[in-house]
């Protein structure tokens, strides 16, 4: 579905690890303009985290690759976030969206996408094997009382 | 991400500072193995109050710092987690397993 976006940035990075923390402070910055609360704040930049570090991690396990992220404000004070890579893809999107699953190794929990789910309003993932991966997360903010 | 590892009658305290991340995590996760190895503690007390941002990457860390003093028949302690790394922990069910201050 598209929606009309109130404003709209768009930024691309190759797939650094250090480009996670970019990525989340870029998303927190551009966000600040819905006036969020911290606890709002918080909750976009760990979803920003985690699917950046999953683009990172699994989108290019043995590369460096190019990541989009794209964030939009939509009518009704909502934070669209999209983040797109071009890596190797998911086989099974539902089965690595359950808690635990990882093909990351020990330093991964697994828990990525349950953080995503539950921080968001929204969460759709769309991948195809060699093609890459796109997630689409959508979250209303509170609405603030004008002074 | 930064460590500081203090060592005292097979307690080991770990204070971890900075961003907690995947990027961070890694170093995390080197140091606080060779801390374990050479401490091979009773008690292991993981500190957060100097972790400014944390995902499921710290996650990886608790469980694995679990595991370890389960194989060592030790205990861990999780202490001084921020509001936000508490909601990543909630939400994955870590704080059912681990003890957290």
Not at chain 2, 5 to 26: C, M, P, Q, Y
Not at chain 2, 78 to 89: F, H, I, K, N, W
Request: glycine letters at 8%; aromatic letters at 4%.
């Amino acid at each position: 579905m598209r929606t009309k976006a109130v404003n709209e940035v768009t930024l691309s990075f190759p797939s650094h690890s250090r480009n996670e923390s970019f990525a989340r402070s870029a998303a927190a910055c551009f966000a600040a303009q819905m006036d969020p609360t911290l606890n709002e704040l918080e909750d976009i930049k760990t979803a920003v985290s985690e699917a950046v570090t999953n683009a990172i991690v699994h989108g290019y396990p043995d590369a460096i690759g190019g990541v989009t992220l794209k964030l939009r404000i939509l009518e009704g004070n909502v934070l669209e976030l999209t983040v797109k890579d071009h890596g190797q893809g998911i086989p099974d999107v539902d089965r690595a969206r359950q808690p635990m699953f990882t093909t990351g190794g020990e330093e991964r929990s697994g828990m990525g996408f349950t953080i995503m789910e539950s921080f968001m309003d929204k969460v759709a993932v769309r991948s195809a094997v060699n093609r890459g991966t796109t997630v689409v997360m959508r979250k209303r903010l509170a609405p603030r009382l004008k002074k | 991400m930064e460590i500081q590892v203090k060592s005292a009658d097979r307690n080991l305290l770990l204070e971890l500072g900075g961003e907690l991340d995947h990027h961070g995590a890694r170093a995390a996760l080197r140091e606080m193995e060779e801390a374990l190895d050479a401490a091979l503690p009773r008690k292991l007390v993981l500190d957060f109050s100097g972790v400014t941002f944390m995902d499921s990457s710290g996650i990886a860390v608790i469980l694995r710092a679990r595991q370890k003093m389960q194989l060592l028949d030790g205990s861990l302690l999780v202490r001084g987690v921020s509001p936000q790394a508490r909601r990543v922990l909630d939400a994955a069910g870590v704080s059912r397993l681990v003890t957290i201050k």
